[in-house]
């Protein structure tokens, strides 16, 4: 076994001395021509990736009024938001799950390239707008070039390296909503700090009856969840050492406090055998503060056709509760710490003027330790290790191939509960003319399971440590065409997952019960339309459609049951004039279903997220900007479980940013 463990890792320190990792901020000049980097490993034109991509810039995300990666993302067409905090803010645990093509938790999120998820988990929010250079996203699977958690597609956020002038930014809105930062940029050195809050609390959650507490009658007492003093702060510094050799450092926390206070309550309940029986409408029966810390380091070179990059993430969740709880004095305390570190690399070698090759491997591992006042501390790890080429082979002028595979295995892991897995891909790109191209690909994917799904357990969660990794197939055809300031595109695509990691609920009512997770199979099948047209000095607009009809299916079901939203319309519209640019935003997302755990899918109402942007520039280095987020002050529920968790009323902030 040893042997096998030396071998192993010698083979992938072989082949990363002779390659490297995507560096996404290396990027071809093409002039105004969009490039992506994610979906390849190489600089490529759009209109020459065979796959549904898309191209975020950090102007963009200033023009629509956005402050972190997590609002930019709600915005997409087929992206399915589910944050519960205002402009982009959390709560606890609740981070970003990104839901692309109705495949919950599906998409491996990388910053230049390298992963930054905790226990399958991240927090966008801490990614800061003002150090985003560009955000790139591949629809479909990813595995083959990312390794595990790229089911449904690559989220690439790529950082600034520098920027011809420094800022500072401060503002002040509704619900005592506030934001101050600043992005100094001395050569080849960038520090950049943000802070946002939100202190005045708003209700999250509907009604419900505390129902499985002994310290007072069953259904007796009916609540309501309550978010404040919500707060995230981030630092970033970065150093350009030259073309070749920089570093990036990123520091985010965020923390707050849920509020469950007393609705309504049963008069004609026997309370004698309650701690304190004497309580009233209003009162507070329980407060529980979290928090989430992350530090995010790397260290990327490249060279020629050699890249090579090392990173380190380390982070915890935590939960405490005072209790302020009126039926019982129990204190409560969870923390997950998470760090993982790894190294990737590649090579690019051209064999003839038609085709080239790109080989690498990727290290990395993974640690989490959870600890409960009422339970043991419990360790968990493992190594993963990868290797992967892609050739690619152009025929003639107008046609290409691309033919893929990357191998997967694990090392020392916790029970020995080791992974192996190969998946392979293939794709054609027809180029029309110069405006228009075709592809059609095919791809297998692959997902381990989190050692928080495998081996937690919480006052609510069950572990199970028979879970079984995913693996699945993503089948598109797709059509591009660029015109002038008109860029269409068009995706069919089917998804077809076996063993999908979901939560499932055991027993007990209310708010109250235990679940764990359990392998279901996932499919679904739909198609994308979007269009984008920029106006230059005026109007600009840009709109999307997604049909999609995913289905899930259980053992505890049986059969296949409609989940998630199977309607999507996405768009926006700005408008330039002299010194003042406005743009709205909007995703609205219908056939809604909610998908219980035991019980079939039932119908959910429609969702409409909207941010309006208003900036107004007396001079080339101010800016003020009034930034208004859920414009129709609408309550929607963003979950699609047995669960209801809303979005924030109606929050406006008026900011100034200065450069210098």
Known sequence: MKNKKYLSMALALAVMATSSSVLAADVADFGDEDVVVTATRTEKKD???????????GEQMKEKGYFSATEALAMENGFVYSAIGPMGMHMGTSTSELNVRGFQSGVQVLVNGNPIAMRGKYD????????IDRIEIVKGTGSLMYGSDAISGIVNIITKKSAEKSNVIFGYGNRKNSILGTNLYLGKLGIHYNEKRM??????SDPSVVSSTTAIPKNAVTTNYYLRDMARQNATVTYKFDDRFDVYYNYSMSNGWIDRNILDFDAAKDYSKMANPDFAVGDLWQTRKWEIAQHIAQVNFRQDNFKASAYVTNGYMAGKAD???????TPYYTKEHHVAYGLDA??????SDKANIIAGASFKRESAVNMDISKATTNFDRNIFGLFTNWEQKFDEKNSFNLGGRYTWTTNAFRSQNYNNFSASGSWLHKMNEENSLYLSVAQSFIMPTFNQMYTTTDSQSP???LKPQRGVNYELGWKQEHGSHIWKAALFHMDVKDNITPSKLSGEGEYYRYKYENVDFKNTGIELSCTVDGGKSFSY????????PMSKSTKKGYWDDQFGQLQLTGGIGYKTGKFKTNLSASYLCNRKMTPTSTRSYDAKP????????IYSPTDDSDIVLTIDNVLDRRDNTKHTSTNYYTAPRTFLLSYNYKF
């Open 124 to 131: 966008l929010s801490a990614i800061s707008a003002d150090t």
């Open 346 to 351: 590649q090579n690019k070698w051209k064999l």
């Open 542 to 549: 840009n709109y999307g459609i997604t049909w999609q009809h």
């Open 199 to 204: 202190e005045k609390s708003y209700a999250v």
């Open 607 to 614: 969702y409409l997220l909207t941010t309006w942007n208003f």
């Open 323 to 329: 209790r302020k709880d009126i039926s019982v004095n």
């Open 47 to 57: 209109l020459d990736i065979p796959a549904a991509t898309k191209v975020i810039t």
């Open 464 to 466: 199970n440590p028979d």
